[in-house]
Structures are given as C-alpha cells and as structure tokens.
T-cell receptor, first 107, second 120 residues
Framework: DIQMTQSPSSLSASVGDRVTITCRAS??????LAWIQQKPGKAPKSLIY???SLQSGVPSRFSGSGSGTEFTLTISSLQPEDFATYYC?????????FGQGTRLEIK | EVQLVESGGTLVQPGESLRLSCAAS????????MSWVRQAPGKGLDWVSS????????YYADSVKGRFTISRDNSKNTVYLRMNRLTGEDTAVYYC?????????????RGQGTLVTVSS
C-alpha cells in the first residue's frame, strides 16, 4: 500500500503570503496525485489533478508540481478564502490513500 | 451539471447494518468509477471503497473489507454502500465521489455527504 505524508501538519500565514505544502509518497506514483481543499463544515473540493493540472474554476494562484514521490502545492498570494485544510491523494493504485492534511491558518 | 446526492445516513447501534445510496446525474454514469470516502469527526479523509463503471471490479480499504459491500445499478444511476457489523470507528460523514475514468482516477466531483453515527 502507498502511504502519503504531508508537511507541515499546520501552517500560519498572512494574506498575500506565498505558501508551499509538500506531499511525499512511499513509492513512485508518477503524476497520479491530486490536491483537495476542505473548509470547515464543507465537502472537500478538488483543486489539482495529475500533480499539476488545475480543475476547472480553480484560481491560477494555486499550482502543483512534482513527480514520482515528491509533490508540492503552492499558493502564490494567499487570499482570505484560502484558509482551509489541504489534502494530497494518490490514485496510482488501489487502495487509494490521502495525506493526513495540512491546516492553513491565518497568522 | 454533475450532481451526487447521498442518503441513508442515520444513527445505528454497534453491530447493526446500514445501506447508503448515492443518486448521480449530469454525466454518463456507467462509464465512470464511483467511490465512497469518509471523514470521522475532526479527522482527515479516508478512502473506503471504489467500483468500476461496469460494476465488475470492486476495491476496499482493509478497515472495511469483509464488512462493507459497494455496488451500483447503472439503470438507476445509483451507487450503494452496504455496511455490516458497524462499530464506533465507522462513525463518519460518508461522501460519494465520482472518478474521472472507468476504472478509477481522481475524484472530480463529490456529494455533500451523509452522516453515519454508530453509538449505543
């Protein structure tokens, strides 16, 4: 089974900051990696698939990169609506698996 | 517009069974894998089970294997999750999710979730 590990687990930042979240897979997953945003009390929302492709309607300040075992999600200039929890997820093979989440808080 | 509407979540006692349903619309249902993902209170996302578009391939997390059964009725555009021998560890919001291709893929759409509470 593939384990996904995110860092950091939590992060404090200010509006306008550039932030980066890292996700590591326990084995190579090429680019079968998604990033998901979840706000409190809401259903998760897909942001990125294929490690770097934005889902329709996702602002361009979000970007993803990486391949193999190491991936990053970058938010170029934080907006108030971006404070949420972010998860990575691999869909290279079953059982699919999620990272433990990164909680992005307002500083 | 893709819509996924879950139903069936409720309060049950440990050891009981429950069936969740997810009615899908807005896409050619039979050509996409469907999955269930859950989230326990205050915890992260947890993949539970997936089924291929034709229904011939199913996959389960170890934590539910042998207790949960995923199925689909492509004539009704509905996917189900039958849950047996429920325990407190199964308490969670269960989300129905659509895959991006017939055998799996990223989860491009989700429902709003249905809450399952297992408690005596």
């Amino acid at each position: 089974d593939i384990q996904m590990t995110q860092s950091p687990s939590s992060l404090s930042a200010s509006v306008g900051d550039r932030v980066t979240i890292t996700c590591r897979a326990s084995q190579g997953i090429t680019n079968y990696l998604a990033w998901i945003q979840q706000k409190p009390g809401k259903a998760p929302k897909s942001l990125i698939y294929g490690a770097s492709s934005l889902q329709s309607g996702v602002p361009s300040r979000f970007s993803g990169s990486g391949s193999g075992t190491e991936f990053t999600l970058t938010i170029s200039s934080l907006q108030p609506e971006d404070f949420a929890t972010y998860y990575c997820q691999q869909y290279r093979s079953y059982p699919y698996s999620f990272g433990q989440g990164t909680r992005l808080e307002i500083k | 517009e893709v819509q996924l509407v879950e139903s069936g979540g409720t309060l049950v006692q440990p050891g009981e069974s429950l069936r969740l349903s997810c009615a899908a619309s807005g896409f050619t249902f039979r050509t996409y894998a469907m999955s269930w993902v859950r989230q326990a209170p205050g915890k992260g996302l947890d993949w539970v089970s997936s089924i291929s578009g034709g229904g011939d391939m199913t996959y389960y997390a170890d934590s539910v294997k042998g207790r949960f059964t995923i199925s689909r009725d492509n004539s009704k555009n509905t996917v189900y999750l039958r849950m047996n021998r429920l325990t407190g560890e199964d308490t969670a919001v269960y989300y129905c999710v659509k895959g991006s291709y017939e055998t799996g893929g990223e989860f491009d759409y989700r429902g709003q979730g249905t809450l399952v509470t297992v408690s005596s």
